[in-house]
């Protein structure tokens, strides 16, 4: 029997249940003797009219003004830097009248890029699904939790997600190219179908990794916030089909059998790092093939359920075998493709891929082409 699956409840609809929500996450997380009294629609001066204000009261008496702008749906990173900016105007406004305030964004969800350009511009933030930033200076006040980094709520007919073979290979091809590009030329110059890399970067750009003007061109893309993305829905021993081997003896042994191997293949995990990246020797190969088995019988390979030093892979989709480098005299994926595997791998991977994107960042040039 199939387990009932329950929907996420419907986001705040009105500004008035958005104003609510503000004030039962501020006032949940409070400490005692705090108050907080709520100025719905104030004048600030002739032309501007906020929101609300929520004055926040500590137990000494002294108080501070937090300017409220709620919008209730931000579809794109360009409508988060519109509401900032208008939240900057009102907080300027205060400011020339020789108040303090801070400044809170209210929305029923704010993704990661969102969240971060909003602090960025100091502002603060808080969405239905729980994500809050509240920071003001006098009185000193910082409230921080963590909520959804996806949007529970669909409220576009394009994609969900980025499961699925066409999609990894779109966003294969969405960072490897530097922007600007158009969806057409990336298509032509990557092979990748035109219709499926307009789904997933209108699923980024909703998500606030990727800018262009309305049915423009791409003009930036967040690359890593990507590669993020991406492995939400990917894992390289859950996407791929995995089987498990054993070099008897050790992993030199198993690269210089690599070295002179005439078979397609590509080494994925630590051994596929960068020579300066700075991490510890490799206890785990991993290697894409289309045929598993055939290539543990060119390599004396052993399976094995325990002492496994060898992950053979027969991978999702052949992009795994595109735009490769060699590294050691190995042939190595791309920089997108092994940061992806290394944050989902099994072990220290996670920490080596962390340690990858910090060189991929210093790098750019090294690992990404202008189509």
């Known amino acids: 029997m199939s387990p009932t699956i329950?929907?996420?409840p419907p986001p705040p609809?009105?500004?008035?249940e958005f104003l609510a929500l503000m004030d039962r996450a501020l006032a949940s997380r409070l400490p005692g003797g705090w108050s907080l009294e709520t100025e719905t629609e104030p004048v600030v001066d002739d032309r501007l009219r906020v929101d609300a204000v929520v004055?926040?009261?500590a137990p000494d008496g002294t108080q501070a003004p937090i300017v409220v702008e709620v919008k209730p749906y931000l579809p794109s990173i360009r409508a988060v830097r519109s509401a900032a900016d208008l939240l900057g105007r009102y907080l300027r406004a205060f400011e020339d009248r020789g108040v303090d305030p801070c400044g809170v964004l209210v929305s029923s969800y704010l993704s990661p890029s969102a969240r971060e350009l909003l602090i960025d511009r100091g502002l603060g933030f808080i969405d239905a699904t729980g994500n809050v930033r509240v920071v003001c200076g006098?009185?000193?006040?910082?409230?921080e939790s963590s909520g959804a980094n996806r949007d529970p709520w669909h409220r576009s007919s394009g994609l969900r997600s980025l499961k699925g073979p066409a999609a990894g290979v779109a966003v294969r091809a969405l960072v490897d190219f530097v922007p600007p590009y158009g969806i057409r030329e990336l298509a032509e110059r990557t092979g990748v179908s035109a219709p499926t890399l307009s789904r997933v970067v209108e699923l980024l750009e909703r998500e606030g990794l990727v800018e262009r003007e309305p049915r423009g061109p791409v003009e930036h893309l967040d690359w890593e916030g990507t590669i993020r993305r991406w492995t939400a829905d990917y894992?390289?021993?859950?996407t791929n089909r995995v089987a498990a081997y054993l070099e008897p003896r050790g992993l030199p042994a198993l690269a210089n059998k690599l070295r002179t191997l005439e078979r397609r293949y590509a080494l994925t995990g630590s051994m596929a790092l960068p020579e300066d990246v700075s991490v510890a020797p490799a206890r785990l190969a991993m290697i894409y093939t289309r045929d598993a088995a055939g290539l543990a019988s060119e390599l004396d390979l052993r399976p094995t359920e325990t002492g496994t030093n060898a992950l053979l892979l027969e991978p999702f989709d052949d992009?795994?075998?595109?735009?490769t480098v060699e590294r050691r005299g190995l042939v190595a994926v791309a920089?997108?493709?092994?940061?992806?595997?290394?944050?989902?791998?099994?072990?220290?991977?996670?920490?080596?891929?962390e340690e990858l994107l910090a060189w991929m960042k210093d790098h750019e040039d090294a690992w990404r082409t202008r189509p």
């Open 319 to 323: 992009v795994v075998f595109v735009r």
């Open 235 to 238: 894992g390289v021993t859950e």
């Open 55 to 57: 004055w926040l009261k």
């Open 335 to 353: 920089c997108s493709q092994l940061a992806a595997d290394l944050l989902t791998g099994p072990g220290r991977a996670p920490s080596e891929g």
């Open 138 to 143: 006098k009185p000193a006040v910082f409230v």
């Open 13 to 16: 609809a009105t500004e008035s």
């Open 6 to 8: 329950f929907p996420s």
